[in-house]
């Protein structure tokens, strides 16, 4: 059975910075090409934030370009986003994903980790 379990979240000001992580267990890390992050606020959608593919090749929502950092240790089979200044509209759940087509239709899910930005 495939788990993905987010942690790191939590309450910062504006201009700080968070580090999450998504470990994965129940199937081999690099079996997984496609690796996301979404994040929904309350009152809104959900919405894609940014993908890793198998090669590191990355990609990111055009908001957080320059501020946010997706990466993975496949050795930990860990998924990390490096969220860097802060912005009190970053304010939200955000959850990994996985899957073939982790950026549209990811297979997996994890449960989610509230960040939360004061001004």
């Known amino acids: 059975q495939v788990r993905l379990a987010e942690s790191g979240g939590g309450s910062v000001q504006t201009g700080g910075s968070l580090r999450l992580s998504c470990e994965a267990s129940?199937?081999?890390?690099?079996?997984?090409?496609?690796m996301a992050w979404f994040r929904q606020a309350p009152g809104k959608e959900r919405e894609w934030v940014a993908t890793?593919?198998?090669?590191?090749?990355?990609t990111y929502l055009d908001d957080v370009k320059g501020r946010f950092t997706i990466s993975q240790d496949k050795a930990k089979k860990t998924l990390y986003l490096q969220m860097d200044n802060l912005k009190p509209e970053d304010t939200a759940m955000y959850s990994c994903?996985?899957?073939?087509?982790?950026?549209?239709?990811?297979?997996?899910w994890g449960r989610g980790t509230q960040v939360t930005v004061s001004s």
């Open positions: 994903a996985a899957g073939p087509l982790c950026a549209t239709k990811p297979l997996y």
């Open positions: 129940g199937y081999t890390f690099s079996s997984i090409n496609c």
């Open positions: 890793i593919y198998s090669y590191d090749i990355t």
